[in-house]
């Protein structure tokens, strides 16, 4: 995608104002949005302000941004982001559009840009020595049919050939751009054909009397009644799906494996058959109430049976609780599952089970059935031992980090709070806000604690304060030495 930027301060104009026709237009365009949304007519204003001027200017970007309390940055996106938008002065006579894409490249586009870097400047953007013509290279311009063409302002230009453009813009130069006809411009009509309509070039009556002699009635005159009870097709059965009976395969005396019995059936039978049900099928109302009589299909009775129930859809079915399922079902239960692990039958919601009394159940089961409730309703457990499990821990650095012996020695003269104003420590290079309140909390307010400190305690600060020898290289105890022989003043200018 190019970079697309306002022209230079040296071509802006000092300021911009729509003409009165045009702030008319304007403030009927905004009033159409709804409240809190008349920025939405930012293009059409922008649009509105290159047909005034033939390009958008600066001025009118700061000017529209000012109609629609826009930020003038967003105005601005919109202007450089669509490639509609001129940022540069154009022609004044014409701006030449030529479209590139795909069919008016193969139809001779190029020839056209040629042209235009002939009769107008080498490079697109550019205007002539007159001022008065310029070009740019664009995307479609919606009419591929005619292909190659040309926009010059708000009229296409099609069916193009070099010559023809030449003149085109010679006339424009010349102000005489009104004498050329919009559109093609090899004497074809629209996108028709050239040499005229191939199809569908009568008038509509002779059509319907063509189709009429031809057929015997017309596409609707002739046709017969519509919907249920309509009668049958006014024309014979398609016998477009049917196989082609001339080739050597669908010959129907061919014996081949699998083949029906009655697969050597008469072709002229089995036609006959398929008219006479294609003829069926367009009767009156046919396929439309199929399925509706539909008698007992036994299926209920069978599943009744099966799971050891009474169908509620036949109540004369009898009962049987040994069906074929069930008995697979209690036969998979013997064998996989201990009977202390079952719930009984008969036991209901709320039911007490008395594990003292020994039965089928003991305490070791209380994971499964525990007090008055079932395994995946209650909320308890006695089991609360810890299973085995793999020690898969690893000590991180900060926890090595933690566990380690402090280094160096902790000063002895920390204060509870400060004797008097406290000093700056923040004029002690390499001690910002965060670290001078660490060392507030920790009992150091004054130049003199850290002027008074060894090596070993300032070690140790700096391993509190995790930074890594950063308080021994920066000095801090010659720097608060410093700081303790300054007066405040100069502390101050430190």
Same mark, same amino acid.
């Given at each position: ?5 306002l ?10 104002a729509f ?8 403030e ?5 949005y709804?409240e ?10 922008l649009?509105?302000a ?11 970007i700061?000017?529209?941004?000012d109609?629609?309390d ?11 982001? /669509? ?8 022609g004044t006579k ?8 795909t069919?008016c490249?193969l139809?001779?586009?190029?020839d056209?840009?040629?042209v235009?870097?002939?009769?107008i400047?080498a490079?697109?953007f550019?205007r ?23 926009m ?8 193009l050939?070099p ?11 010349a ?11 090899n ?16 008038d /509509?009556d002779?059509?319907i ?8 009635h017309?596409p ?6 519509q919907?249920a009870?309509g009668g049958?097709?006014?024309t ?5 799906g ?8 669908t010959?129907?005396?061919i014996?081949?494996?699998g083949?029906a ?10 036609r ?5 049900l ?11 109430t199929?399925?509706?009589?539909q008698?007992e ?8 049976a099966?799971?050891g129930?009474?169908s ?16 697979k ?14 719930v009984?039958?008969?036991r209901?919601a709320?039911a007490?089970?008395d594990l003292?009394?020994?039965g089928? /159940?003991?305490?070791?089961n ?13 909320t308890?457990?006695?089991?609360e031992?810890?299973g085995?499990v ?13 566990e ?11 204060l509870?709070?400060p ?5 700056d420590l ?14 507030n ?10 002027a ?11 391993d /509190?304060l995790?930074?890594r020898g950063?308080?021994v290289r ?9 700081l ?5 003043d100069d502390?101050?200018?430190?």
């Open positions: 995608m190019s970079v697309r930027r022209a230079e301060d040296a071509v802006q104009p000092q300021g911009f003409s009165e026709e045009n702030a008319a237009w304007a009927m365009t905004i009033r159409k709804p809190g949304r008349q920025q939405s007519a930012v293009i059409p204003l649009m509105r290159q047909d005034q001027d033939g390009w958008v200017t600066k001025a009118a700061e000017h529209v941004a109609m629609l826009m930020p003038l940055i967003r105005v601005l996106e919109v202007a450089t982001f /669509y490639t509609q938008f001129q940022l540069k002065p154009v014409a701006h030449v559009q030529v479209c590139g894409t069919p490249m139809r001779g586009s190029e056209l840009k040629a235009c870097r002939k009769k400047h490079e697109p550019h002539n020595a007159s001022g008065t013509l310029s070009w740019e290279e664009v995307e479609c311009l919606g009419a591929c049919v005619n292909a190659p063409m040309v010059i302002f708000q009229d296409t230009y099609e069916d050939t010559e023809r453009l030449e003149e085109i813009i010679d006339l424009f130069d102000g005489r751009g009104e004498e050329v006809q919009p559109g093609p411009q004497g074809r009509h629209l996108s028709a054909p050239i040499g005229g309509l191939t199809s569908l070039n009568g /509509y002779d059509i009397e063509t189709q009429r002699r031809e057929t015997g017309g609707a005159a002739g046709a017969p009644p919907g009870g049958a097709a006014s014979p059965p398609s016998d477009a049917r196989p082609d009976t001339d080739a050597a395969e010959d129907p005396t014996a081949a494996p083949k019995q009655d697969g050597n059936a008469v072709e002229g039978g089995e006959e058959e398929s008219d006479e294609t003829a069926e099928a367009h009767a009156p109302e046919a396929g439309q199929g399925g509706t009589r008698g299909t036994g299926e209920a009775e069978r599943d009744a099966e799971v129930q009474v509620g859809d036949s109540p004369s079915a009898p009962t049987n609780t040994g069906g074929t399922m069930r008995r079902e209690a036969a998979a239960t013997d064998a996989v599952v201990p009977d202390v692990r079952l009984p039958e008969d209901t709320g007490s089970l003292d009394k020994g089928d /159940y003991d305490r070791a209380t994971d499964q059935v525990g007090g008055d409730e079932i395994e995946g309703r209650r308890g457990t006695s089991d031992s810890a085995p793999i020690h898969d821990h690893f000590d991180s650095e900060a926890e090595e980090k933690r380690a012996p402090q280094v160096g020695e902790k000063p002895a003269d920390l509870s709070q004797q008097g104003e406290k000093d923040q004029k002690i290079r390499g001690i910002g806000p965060v670290i001078e309140g660490k060392l909390d920790l009992g150091v307010f004054h130049y003199w604690q850290v008074k400190w060894r090596e070993v305690e300032l070690l140790w600060i700096d /509190y995790n930074f950063r308080a920066e000095g801090w105890i010659e720097q608060a030495k410093e303790q022989g300054r007066s405040p502390a101050g200018d430190a």
